[in-house]
């Protein structure tokens, strides 16, 4: 099938399930922490750490509820060389802003099943990157881990919480590997939602000089996902490339049956309006 046909299917999929609604996200009252630092013992090809330098620390966090409205978290932080993100450490504290009233996003990674079932009582929901080719994991995140661990991993997080999957379109390289046989894994997992992002070639990255995967691939993947899960919100996180490659990647997605896209372009926002949407804009993380 064609791309534009595809695309067509897709947004009379979405509109049939959806009506008219599109959410557009700007997270502010969202507040993204890190339990590491700016530590990571992975220094995974595609980040190395960076993204923990603009999230608050936790022993800080106090300090922005005073300054920021703030009703929901982002928990977050490095990986052991195990793949973990190693969050039990903070449960006491994650108890207590619970307790507080505050919605909670957690990051887990591969985090074994006694942790699991320590933490996700106190969490709305968990967010767990799915990935399902083996050499992309060795490459990206370095780890000597499989695709098995992940599917591990997310039926365990599934039994005991409501996990979102985030699929990173181009995660090797820039390169579609994987990505549509983790669509077909989750057609036997009834997801309650899917968010995708885009690699960003990132400076003081092994990536850094890598092209992102075509626009058309990625909503190429997007479209298979809308028609793959005709009633669950799909979702493009806010991690993707700026500039051009952004104003063209959003206004495509609005095309092709998205229901929410954090901190989107103008072209996104002209879209919806020439396709008669009606637009709700949030202020919290996307899967909240």
Avoid: W
């Avoid at 996200?25 to 530590?39: C, D, H, Q």
């Avoid at 330098?53 to 932080?77: C, H, V, W």
């Avoid at 003081?204 to 793959?228: G, H, L, S």
């Avoid at 919806?272 to 009606?278: N, R, S």
Wanted: hydrophobic letters at 35%; proline letters at 4%.
């Amino acid at each position: 099938m064609k791309l534009k046909d595809k695309m067509k299917k897709a947004l009379k999929i979405k509109e049939d399930n959806f009506g008219n609604k599109i959410n557009f996200s700007y997270p502010n009252k969202t507040l993204a922490v890190t339990i590491t630092g700016n530590e990571c013992s992975l220094k995974c090809a595609h980040c190395n750490g960076h993204y923990l330098k603009n999230m608050t620390p936790i022993d800080n966090l106090y300090e922005k509820i005073k300054k920021r409205d703030i009703k929901s978290f982002l928990i977050s932080g490095g990986c052991s060389f195990t793949g973990d993100v190693p969050i039990n450490r903070y449960i006491d504290e994650i108890k207590n802003l619970k307790k507080q009233g505050y919605r909670l996003n957690a990051h887990l990674g591969l985090m074994s099943e006694e942790y699991i079932k320590n933490i996700v009582k106190y969490l709305d929901v968990v967010s767990f990157d799915l990935v399902l080719d083996d050499a992309t994991i060795k490459e990206v995140y370095k780890i000597n881990k499989t695709k098995e661990d992940y599917i591990n991993t997310y039926k365990i997080l599934n039994r005991y919480a409501k996990v979102i999957p985030h699929i990173c379109i181009g995660l090797n390289k820039g390169k579609i590997k994987g990505e549509y046989e983790i669509l077909k894994f989750l057609e036997n997992e009834n997801p309650k939602g899917i968010t995708f992002i885009v690699l960003i070639p990132t400076k003081e990255t092994e990536y850094e000089n890598v092209a992102p995967p075509k626009i058309e691939d990625v909503i190429d993947i997007i479209c298979e996902a809308r028609i793959k899960f005709p009633n669950i919100p799909i979702n493009l996180g806010c991690m993707r490339p700026r500039g051009e490659y952004r104003k063209k990647l959003d206004e495509m997605a609005v095309s092709s049956g998205v229901n929410n896209i954090v901190l989107p372009s103008k072209e996104a926002f002209n879209k919806a309006m020439k396709l008669g949407y009606d637009i709700q804009k949030l202020e919290e993380c996307c899967v909240l």
